[in-house]
């Protein structure tokens, strides 16, 4: 029997670097993204904003801007034929403000023209007056006013009665997180064209499906007759999740109202003003472990900044909710988290989705409990760390695929942690080394709270000459889905995969294969690849039997005989159940684990930390291919970086201040250590060949290990980041101020 | 309203001649007119790299440039990279796993190139430098540097082929001369503003503060390019780069200050673009070039089509963001004396380590006379509404030693006016300020 057999002595395409299949439009510069889509006739599209954070339209007039020459529609909440709603897990979203403007930057309107000029006039002609009502820009403010989008708990033994007990060590803490943009370097953007009764959007885009629920519902239209088609996306790292069915919605408005091809590209300005962002945190924290280091209870309190809208926040605040105390076991367990609504742009979906915020605060209290009880941060995670047997603190007890003990010692080794946690200790320079660790885990997939949106599809195809054609619903945003499911695809064919081509994401090609997010897409897809190519492989082996055929040969005499090379495979994961009352049960089908090890120098004098290298290690299961494996985590632990010592949002009344890449600092190739990537692979057995998910742990832990790094250097400890050279001088000089 | 002019140009080795209008950058011409879409425009303010293609073999941020300044230029951008085979360095960033999500990729791989094709040997150290004005969000840079490092080594790399072009573009957009220029604005002060660089001016314009199509270019005209060494001065033309200062020793020299603040501005597309002429006239009080010509007591030359003024840079500032420059006046150069035994040094700190704007900048020069501070300069940047001249400082350093030094601290922070803004902190600058002027002193007093 050919393929089988072939398999079994060929070395497996999985786990191999092949090249990147998509690499070679991009390198060449071929590779159209939407900007680069020439469409004929197309109107281009802009969008007027509120410049309030909370007002009334008490006036808003399209008359004059309408007969102006070249001003092809201006639209309203009025015009809309469909329903006035993004639709997203609390239809609280509109796509043109409707009386009320919430957050600076809100659509309020929509022109479409022939070319640039016209659409600034018809813009400044739109008459709008407004009736400024009072913003609340403050999370706390929020909360104490009952504006809560979310709450979620998680409720374990019983950690009151553990954290009054007197022979416990208790630490605690308040810690801030910042807003984070996604900075993806091509901004959003979409062209919408008329198709019969309804339009095919094109654009830049992590989730087609919703963008497609977004279109149907604004223009009253089948979901059949919004037909989205992904173009090569400039990356998205969640930015592109829910965010871009607002431009979706608003070209497919145009381009119906004018019976024309119309395109929206936003500028950087308006890009970073307007789209999603990640939520700003607030977590207090208390922890209690014996004087030996073992772990009794935790007691969390968990705040978001949900922005004006619920978008994704129920969402991410789920996922920060049950991985709150980090990949420990805990017996006494109490998480309360809230997202709040306030007048500032709507949060959303960003690479770790509610982990980053919290995980800062858990990794720093144990590192915190490490120093009280003198021990070595390294030595108190291993003695808490979840093994196979182990239950979360949701009571999800682990059965397989459970890495993170190898994960410490092999980032321990690597990074040579217990010499250098030694040898750095105690120096006296003006420019301090110091090194740091940080761990977390992360539930692979949409779990308890994403069941709707778990199963996904795909359509494999097989040429005549032995092609193979396969679509699927999730989408390539630079991580290297196309590649990885390529592999997989060759894997479970037994084809060459160099014959593999994966199709440009377009919903009329597959069902709704949910989103691609949540570390996702290899797990789903790949198990819906698995099982479209068992199908072929049925109607293939009776028909080739032992025959000793190539591929190519097989495939031929399988057309000869009339056998038929397509399938279509779906992949719904294994059932979970959980609790929300008490936040007990599996909240995701399996988790992948991390640890970085974070080295710095801190300069004394002016508070600047210099990160001289990273070691990163990560538990996703079987690697598909390692070099796109490696590319994830030097990517993610580079924006982690960011994320602990440069980026963040200013605001003034609910404006951000720095919109553009010379305000919204992000790492430079100057910025940049020596990461160093270690892939664990403990195989998750319903996995693709046991592969988990890898997209998001490599941002998770960094920004805890940066500033346990810089207490191990300069002492001083930041509870909140980022980790500005302004923060850091501020804590060493209120060290050494005179205490009073 | 834009008009549309001749230009004549070269891309990716093909002749080309054609009417561009006058309110359309390089980048707007290769992407709308030639279809040449491989450099994106991922922010239009040179922050981001992504549109870079060669200019005359420089890396260049194609939306910091505008279509009749490329006139008579050599233009390459990624789709001229391959000739049937690929690139080196396009194979490079395929096998090493460089590429992602691929819209930094074009911009990143002519900037390689660019870098490699002058300096085949290029180090580790020089592939950072040399790609530290393109922003990639997705890879880390790991696999980049890695790609581009390998690639510097193939024996596939061929010298760069110059291709020459004659200019086309009209001289009332285009000046060849000084005369012309200065006619130009005579007659037009009111409605037209010079360009040369544009990596300020074109930036404004994107935010809509100035007018893509009223302005000219400057950077045709000989008489203020260049350096050179007359009577006793260091010249150095408006026209000059930050590139070109970086690496002068004629300008190490006379104002050992000034190439040092040159290398850490923008990255490499900016400084290849950037002059000093534009950064004075921009007036920005964060301005890197601007304190080391306060410790060289430069001299700016202006001129209109009427008279000729020298300014002492000390008072070509009087306000924040304005300089004494009248409307129909140009910056011809800057002429720096030379003095004997003048060492000096500039520091700052920014944001980051590359495309920072200053949080707190500071040169300083000094003659040393029998081991002693004998002539003293020092100026800082960031830390008041203009660029600040330190006297009390400088007196306080005369005498020499570590009470000179910390009297000197004392000073400085007394002597600056920082403010609180995006950036950083006015406690925190006042602070740096005392920290960096120790270390500038100490590393002049080493060196």
């Given at each position: 029997m050919l393929c089988s057999h072939e398999a079994a002595a060929a070395p497996m395409i999985v786990g191999q670097r092949i090249r990147r299949p998509d690499a070679l439009d991009k390198v060449k510069g071929s590779a159209l993204y939407i900007e680069d889509v020439a469409v004929a006739g197309a109107l281009v599209a802009g969008v007027l904003r509120s410049p309030h954070a909370h007002a009334r339209i008490t006036r808003l007039d399209v008359f004059a801007a309408r007969t102006l020459p070249g001003v092809q529609a201006v639209l309203t909440a009025a015009d809309i034929p469909g329903k006035n709603l993004i639709p997203m897990i609390q239809n609280d979203w509109p796509v043109l403000a409707e009386g009320v403007v919430r957050h600076v930057g809100e659509a309020v309107a929509l022109v479409a023209a022939e070319d640039r000029e016209a659409l600034a006039a018809g813009l400044a002609a739109i008459k709008v007056e407004y009736e400024k009502l009072p913003p609340r820009l403050d999370m706390e403010e929020a909360l104490a006013a009952g504006e809560i989008l979310a709450q979620w708990k998680v409720r374990r033994g019983e950690a009151e009665v553990a954290l009054a007990r007197p022979d416990l060590v208790v630490v605690e803490g308040t810690y801030h997180t910042p807003y984070q943009e996604h900075a993806y370097i091509e901004t959003n953007g979409m062209v919408a064209i008329p198709e019969g009764p309804g339009v095919v959007v094109h654009g830049s885009m992590q989730c087609p499906f919703y963008v497609q629920k977004a279109v149907a519902s604004a223009l009253g239209c089948d979901l059949s007759h919004a037909r989205i088609?992904?173009?090569?996306?400039?990356?998205?790292?969640?930015?592109?999740e829910d965010a871009p069915s607002a431009p979706g919605a608003q070209v497919a408005l145009l381009a119906r109202a004018t019976g024309r091809p119309v395109r929206l590209i936003l500028t950087r300005e308006e890009d970073m003003a307007v789209m999603s962002k990640r939520h700003p945190g607030r977590i207090r924290m208390r922890t209690a472990a014996t004087r030996d280091g073992h772990l009794v209870a935790c007691e969390v309190d968990y705040l978001l900044d949900g922005g004006a809208y619920a978008t994704l926040s129920p969402v991410v605040l789920f996922r920060g909710t049950v991985h709150a105390c980090g990949p420990y076991r805990v017996p006494n367990v109490k998480v309360d988290a809230r997202a709040v609504r306030t007048n500032t742009v709507p949060s959303g979906a960003f690479r770790g989705f509610g982990e980053p915020q919290v995980v800062f605060a858990c990794e720093s209290q144990m590192d915190r409990l490490a120093e009280r009880l003198e021990m070595d941060p390294l030595a108190l995670r291993r003695i808490n760390a979840l093994r196979p047997g182990d239950e979360t603190i949701t009571g999800h007890k682990l059965t397989t695929s459970v890495g993170f003990e190898e994960v410490l010692d092999k980032v321990a080794e690597a990074s040579d942690w217990a010499k250098k946690r030694e040898s750095f200790r105690g120096h006296s320079a003006l420019v301090r080394r110091g090194i740091g660790l940080a761990a977390c885990y992360y539930g692979v997939g949409l779990g308890a709270m994403g069941k709707h949106l778990n199963p996904a599809g795909a359509n494999v195809v097989v040429a005549a000459d032995g092609s193979v054609t396969v679509a699927?619903?999730?989408t390539e945003i630079g991580q290297g889905m196309i590649t990885v499911l390529s592999q997989i695809t060759a894997e479970a064919l037994g084809c060459p995969v160099e014959l593999v081509k994966v199709m440009d994401p377009d919903t009329s090609r597959v069902p709704d294969s949910g989103p691609t997010v949540a570390s996702r897409t290899t797990v789903m897809s790949g198990n819906a690849i698995r099982d479209a190519a068992a199908k072929i492989r049925a109607a293939m082996e009776p028909v080739i039997a032992d025959s000793g055929l190539s591929w190519r040969e097989a495939v031929h005499l399988c057309v000869t005989r009339q056998v038929g090379l397509a399938a279509h495979g779906w992949s719904v994961p294994p059932t979970t159940t959980f609790d929300l009352e008490t936040g007990q049960g599996e909240a995701y089908i399996c988790y992948s684990w991390s640890a970085n090890v974070v080295e710095v120098e801190v300069d004394m004098e002016t508070g600047e930390t210099r990160v001289t290298k990273v070691w990163s290690a990560h538990d996703t299961g079987r690697v598909i291919n390692p070099t796109t494996g490696e590319g994830q985590v030097e990517g993610g632990v580079?924006?982690?970086?960011?994320?602990?010592?440069?980026?963040?949002?200013?605001?003034?009344?609910?404006?951000?201040?720095n919109d553009q890449f010379s305000t919204y600092i992000i790492p430079t190739t100057l910025d940049t250590p020596e990461i160093k990537a270690i892939l664990v692979e403990h195989e998750f057995p319903w996995g693709p060949f046991g592969a988990k998910g890898l997209g998001e742990t490599p941002i998770i832990a960094v920004a805890p290990a940066v500033t346990a790094a810089i207490h191990h250097a300069a002492g001083v400890r930041l509870d909140r980041i980022p980790a500005t050279p302004e923060r850091v001088w501020a804590a060493l000089r209120a060290r050494s101020a005179p205490r009073g | 309203m834009a008009e549309l002019v001749d230009v004549a140009l070269s891309v990716n080795r093909k002749a080309i001649r054609r009417k561009v209008r006058t309110d359309q950058r390089l980048l707007d011409v290769l992407r709308e007119d030639l279809r040449l879409t491989g450099a994106k425009e991922g922010c239009g303010k040179g922050e981001c790299g992504a549109c870079t293609v060669l200019v005359d073999g420089h890396a260049v941020d194609s939306c910091l440039m505008m279509a009749y300044q490329a006139d008579g230029a050599a233009i390459e951008t990624i789709e001229g990279l391959s000739d049937g085979a690929l690139h080196p360095l396009q194979e490079s960033f395929i096998d090493q796993g460089g590429v992602q999500c691929g819209i930094c990729i074009p911009g990143m791989i002519m900037a390689a190139k660019a870098l490699v094709d002058e300096r085949p040997e290029a180090t580790a150290e020089d592939v950072r430098q040399g790609l530290a004005g393109n922003l990639c969000r997705c890879t880390g840079y790991t696999k980049i540097l890695t790609a581009v490092a390998r690639a510097a080594t193939s024996p596939r790399l061929t010298k760069p082929r110059r291709f020459m072009i004659a200019a086309a573009a009209p001289r009332y957009f285009r000046p060849r001369s000084l005369e012309e220029a200065l006619e130009i604005l005579a007659a037009r002060a009111e409605e037209m503003r010079p360009l040369a660089g544009g990596t300020d001016i074109l930036v404004k314009a994107k935010d809509g503060t100035e007018n893509r199509a009223a302005l000219f270019d400057l950077t045709g005209v000989p008489e203020i390019k260049g350096i050179e060494e007359k009577d006793g001065h260091v010249w150095i033309g408006a026209a000059t780069t930050h590139t070109e200062m970086m690496r002068s020793a004629l300008v190490a020299s006379a104002a050992p200050a000034l190439p040092l603040a040159c290398a850490v501005i923008g990255g490499p597309q900016i400084r290849n673009r950037g002059t000093l002429g534009g950064n004075l006239a921009n007036a920005s009080p964060a301005a890197d070039t601007v304190p080391p010509l306060f410790v060289a007591d430069a001299i700016?030359?202006?001129?209109?089509?009427?008279?000729?003024?020298?300014?002492?840079?000390?008072?070509?500032?009087?306000g924040p963001r304005q300089s004494v420059l009248a409307r129909d006046e140009l910056i011809l150069g800057v002429r720096v004396p030379k003095r004997a035994g003048v060492r000096g040094t500039f520091l700052r700190l920014g944001q980051r380590q590359a495309q920072a704007i200053s949080k707190v900048s500071i040169a300083v020069a000094i003659i040393f006379r029998d081991g002693r501070p004998d002539w003293v300069r020092v100026a800082l940047g960031a830390v008041a509404p203009t660029v600040l001249r330190a006297r009390e400082t400088e007196k306080a350093l005369m005498g020499g030693g570590w009470d000179a030094l910390q009297r000197a601290k004392d000073a400085v922070r007394a002597e600056v006016r920082p403010i609180d803004d995006l950036r950083s902190t006015a406690d925190y600058r006042?602070?740096?300020?005392?920290?960096?002027?120790?270390?500038?002193?100490r590393r002049v007093a080493e060196a």
């Open positions: 088609v992904q173009t090569v996306t400039g990356g998205g790292f969640g930015g592109k699927v619903g999730t580079l924006q982690g970086l960011g994320y602990a010592l440069v980026e963040e949002h200013a605001l003034r009344d609910g404006r951000i201040l | 700016v030359e202006v001129a209109s089509v009427s008279a000729r003024r020298d300014v002492p840079i000390l008072e070509f500032f009087p006042r602070e740096m300020a005392a920290v960096l002027l120790e270390r500038a002193v």
